[in-house]
């Protein structure tokens, strides 16, 4: 498939263990973002890469949030010690446009479920 | 401060009405507006969007009113039918900063029933 491919689909994790996020991108997007969507709630931004420059930390809400994009494409957003106010769908999107262009059309991906006990 | 405000939170609709759902934003510096389309389990996916150069853009039977002087916008599903059930997020952004972080609504979630 050409689509946003995220995994796990569904985690589950005890209060104060790691998790790591994956995203893989529609291939040669050029940004990638991060939304976080509570149970009943909009996406809310986390984060923002192009390429593998992070641009846009601002949403992140803790030190315990950290993303990466070491080579331009595939995506991590690790969790450390998670809580559980952490319970959420995390959302991967990308699009083919870069900073300085108007971003346009977002390709979400189906999400990674994150359930912490 | 929810710089985009959705209403209502839910609507039910028979097939072949008119479902109307509305959103109201803040930023004057907002200069996009799409709405998103979300079934259970899937990520949003792009429905329709619009520019604040225009008062009205349509796209097959989903239409988006925009109204810029009261920094509203809204979103008419003609001849809605079961398929359409789904939750609709409006949004905005603005490309000031070079790239557009989406600002949603907390999303209405559409019944449509036979």
């Known amino acids: 498939g050409a689509g946003v491919s995220q995994s796990p689909r569904y985690k589950v994790a005890k209060r104060g263990q790691d998790v790591a996020l994956r995203c893989d991108p529609i291939s040669g997007h050029v940004s990638l973002f991060w939304y976080q969507q509570a149970l009943g709630q909009g996406p809310e931004f986390l984060t923002y890469f192009q390429n593998e420059a992070q641009l846009d930390k601002s949403g992140l809400p803790s030190d315990r949030f950290f993303a990466e994009r070491p080579e331009g494409s595939v995506s991590t957003l690790k969790i450390q010690r998670t809580q559980q106010e952490d319970s959420a769908v995390y959302l991967c999107?990308?699009?083919?446009?870069?900073?300085?262009?108007?971003?346009?059309?977002?390709?979400f991906g189906e999400g990674s479920r994150l359930t912490v006990l | 401060q929810q710089q985009v405000k959705q209403s209502p939170q839910s609507l039910i609709v028979q097939k072949g009405g008119i479902p109307i759902i509305n959103c109201a934003y803040e930023?004057?510096?907002?200069?996009?507006f799409p709405w998103y389309q979300q079934f259970p389990g899937k990520g949003p996916a792009l429905l329709i969007a619009?520019?604040?150069?225009?008062s009205e853009k349509k796209e097959g039977r989903f239409t988006i009113s925009f109204n810029k002087s009261a920094k509203q916008f809204s979103l008419h599903i003609m001849d809605s039918q079961p398929g359409d059930s789904a939750t609709y997020f409006c949004?905005?952004?603005?490309?000031?900063?070079?790239?557009?972080?989406?600002?949603f609504g907390k999303g209405t979630m559409l019944l449509v029933s036979p």
């Open positions: 949004a905005a952004s603005t490309g000031r900063s070079g790239y557009s972080t989406l600002t």
């Open positions: 619009i520019r604040p150069d225009v």
């Open positions: 999107a990308s699009s083919p446009r870069g900073a300085g262009q108007h971003t346009g059309e977002l390709f």
């Open positions: 930023n004057t510096a907002f200069d996009y």
